[in-house]
Structures are given as structure tokens and as C-alpha cells.
Nanobody, 123 residues
Framework: QVQLVDSGGGSVQAGGSLRLSCAAS????????VGWFRQVPGKEREGVAA???????TYADSVKGRFTISIDNAKNTLYLQMNSLKPEDTAMYYC?????????????????WGQGTQVTVSS
């Protein structure tokens, strides 16, 4: 049984940093399509960052240059380093694994999802 556990969210002031973690059991991140998504109540879920099967990364325009997605293979943990946070980054963040759309990794078609971790950025 696959389980993804998100953690690392919190409250920070604008300009601050957070690192989100996603620990997996029953699934190996390395070589898979994985990603981070976020959602604000009343809005559609948004793809933030993804790693595709060849290891390349892709980011939403809104976070390019500020966020970095990575995998620690030894720990089988997915990370999202978020720097220069803005109030508009406030959302529930979810990790996802085993993407179904090879060429659309920021579209939320994934087999497995974490439970979410809240990020709140104040101005």
C-alpha cells in the first residue's frame, strides 16, 4: 500500500522560506514522475513543480526562480524548497506521485497523493 506523508508547512512572513517534505512508503520516487500541487479554497488545484522520469524539472511560472523541487533517493523523500515567499503562495500544498500524463506533469493526474500541509504567508 502506497502512503505519502506531507510535512513542513507553517506560517511565515513574506520573503521567508520553508521546505516541504513528502515521505513515501510503498513507492520509490526515483525514476518516477512526481510533483507538488497547491490549492486555495474555492479555486482549482495548481501544479507548482514536478520531476519527470528522466529527472528533469518543470515549474509553474509563478514560482520559477523561487522554488526548487528535489528528491533525496537515500531517504526516498521529495522536497520543495520555497524561498522569497509571497502572500499569494498561501495554500494547502500536496505532493503527488506516479504521474499519468508524461508530457503534462503539472496537470494533476497522479495515482498517489499526500494529505496536504498548509503554508501561510503574511505580508
Amino acid at each position: 500500500q502506497v502512503q505519502l506523508v506531507d510535512s513542513g508547512g507553517g506560517s511565515v512572513q513574506a520573503g521567508g522560506s520553508l521546505r516541504l517534505s513528502c515521505a513515501a512508503s510503498g513507492f520509490t520516487f526515483s525514476g518516477s514522475q512526481v510533483g507538488w500541487f497547491r490549492q486555495v479554497p474555492g479555486k482549482e488545484r495548481e501544479g507548482v513543480a514536478a520531476i519527470v522520469r528522466d529527472g528533469s524539472t518543470t515549474y509553474a511560472d509563478s514560482v520559477k526562480g523561487r522554488f526548487t523541487i528535489s528528491i533525496d533517493n537515500a531517504k526516498n523523500t521529495l522536497y520543495l524548497q520555497m524561498n522569497s515567499l509571497k502572500p499569494e503562495d498561501t495554500a494547502m500544498y500536496y505532493c503527488a506521485a506516479d504521474g499519468l500524463l508524461q508530457f503534462l506533469p503539472l496537470v494533476g493526474e497522479y495515482h498517489y497523493w499526500g494529505q496536504g500541509t498548509q503554508v501561510t504567508v503574511s505580508s
